[in-house]
């Protein structure tokens, strides 16, 4: 009988729809949190769409998979844009199958006397906190904690869609080559959102640090250091 592939052997491999990545029976008294593309079915986890296993401590799993349609999942950081207001909510854009919904006290200290004002095409900066197949998803401009942290309103910088595999390459660690290329010569800022949106933020230059991201996602890391020093030498 042929032995199964042990969870640890199978993160950072290929896994498509069908496969089981987790056996919860075998791990009993731990708390493990699942991402986009895994499905639990009683005590297993399965594969729910093609792409890489990922996996974060303390108790991460994931599928990780480049596309344009956003599948939200709680706990994601993403770049919504408001496309209605309402008296109990903020209606907004995440790139998902559903429109999602800011409650107007899901904000640090929110009370019914300090609700926020948003206009129709503001850029956000928002947290999921609920998402439930067949349901709006629910978002925060809170972290777990209750407190702002980085979330809310985006006032400056230029907006521009990738793919949902560009955006967790640029939020991995250690620093993506493109992003490092560019820190080193450049001065800028983006905020990115795992639903394929960036927002970046330079003076004078905000173009072509938008154009080196874009550029980046089917580059070798030498690829992606030559094609920066390409685009920065235009420059100079």
């Known amino acids: 009988m042929e032995a199964k592939p042990s969870t640890a052997?199978?993160?950072?491999?290929?896994?498509?729809?069908?496969?089981?990545?987790?056996?919860?029976?075998?791990?009993?008294?731990?708390?493990?949190?699942?991402?986009?593309?895994?499905?639990?079915?009683?005590?297993?986890?399965s594969v729910i769409?093609?792409?890489?296993?990922?996996?974060?401590?303390?108790?991460?799993?994931?599928?990780?998979?480049?596309?344009?349609?956003?599948?939200?999942?709680?706990?994601?950081?993403?770049?919504?844009?408001?496309?209605?207001?309402?008296?109990?909510?903020?209606?907004?854009?995440?790139?998902?199958?559903?429109?999602?919904?800011?409650?107007?006290?899901?904000?640090?200290?929110?009370?019914?006397?300090?609700?926020?004002?948003?206009?129709?095409g503001s850029l956000l900066y928002v947290r999921v906190v609920k998402a439930n197949p067949g349901m709006n998803p629910e978002l925060s401009c809170t972290d777990a904690s209750g407190k702002a942290a980085e979330f809310g309103?985006?006032?400056?910088?230029?907006?521009?869609?990738?793919?949902?595999?560009?955006?967790?390459?640029?939020?991995?660690?250690?620093?993506?080559p493109v992003l490092e290329e560019l820190g080193k010569q450049l001065s800028f800022e983006i905020a990115v959102g795992l639903n394929g949106r960036v927002n970046a933020e330079s003076p004078s230059t905000v173009v072509l640090v938008s154009n080196a991201i874009m550029n980046s996602e089917s580059l070798s890391a030498v690829q992606q250091k030559i094609m920066v020093d390409k685009l920065l030498q235009r420059i100079k």
């Open 9 to 45: 052997n199978l993160v950072d491999k290929i896994v498509v729809p069908g496969d089981v990545v987790l056996d919860l029976s075998s791990m009993t008294n731990q708390t493990i949190k699942l991402g986009g593309g895994l499905r639990q079915e009683c005590d297993s986890v």
């Open 49 to 120: 769409k093609a792409g890489k296993l990922r996996f974060s401590k303390p108790n991460k799993y994931w599928v990780e998979s480049s596309q344009k349609r956003y599948v939200p999942c709680v706990e994601d950081t993403v770049l919504g844009i408001v496309v209605d207001c309402k008296a109990d909510n903020f209606f907004v854009d995440i790139r998902g199958p559903t429109i999602a919904f800011l409650p107007v006290l899901a904000f640090e200290g929110g009370t019914r006397r300090n609700i926020p004002k948003f206009e129709i």
């Open 153 to 176: 309103l985006l006032k400056d910088g230029y907006m521009f869609e990738t793919s949902t595999g560009l955006s967790r390459m640029l939020l991995s660690s250690p620093t993506c």
